[in-house]
């Protein structure tokens, strides 16, 4: 059973950086792309950052590109989503996800909601200004 926990959310000031790491077991972590994607009140989940399961590429928003950083140790089985320069409009829930299928995601999937099966059950992460 594949499990995804989210921690280092926290409450911060604009300006200020957070590191959000996801802890995943049960299957072979390194086989699998990650991603993150974040959820604010009253708004539609959207999509933050990925990760091929190689570590080889990388994928953002554009709201985030240039401000946060996703990476991987897989001998961790760990994501991580380092977050700079954070803004008031990053507060959200923030979760971690993976799709069911190993190695790549197709490059037209990759920011898809429904590429991934699952599911942390996030960190919150509050930006003051």
């Known amino acids: 059973q594949v499990q995804l926990v989210e921690s280092g959310g926290g409450l911060v000031q604009a300006g200020d950086s957070l590191r959000l790491s996801c802890a995943a077991s049960g299957r072979t972590f390194s086989d699998y792309a990650m991603a993150w994607f974040r959820q604010s009140p009253g708004k539609e989940r959207e999509f933050v950052a990925a990760i091929s399961w190689s570590g080889r590429s990388t994928y953002y928003a554009d709201s985030v590109k240039g401000r946060f950083t996703i990476s991987r140790d897989n001998t961790k089985n760990t994501v991580y989503l380092q977050m700079n320069s954070l803004k008031p409009e990053d507060t959200a829930v923030y979760y971690c996800?993976?799709?069911?299928?190993?190695?790549?995601?197709?490059?037209?999937?990759?920011?898809?909601?429904?590429?991934?099966?699952?599911w942390g059950r996030g960190t919150q992460v509050t930006v003051s200004s």
């Open positions: 996800a993976t799709p069911k299928t190993p190695f790549d995601v197709p490059i037209a999937q990759v920011m898809s909601i429904t590429r991934y099966d699952y």
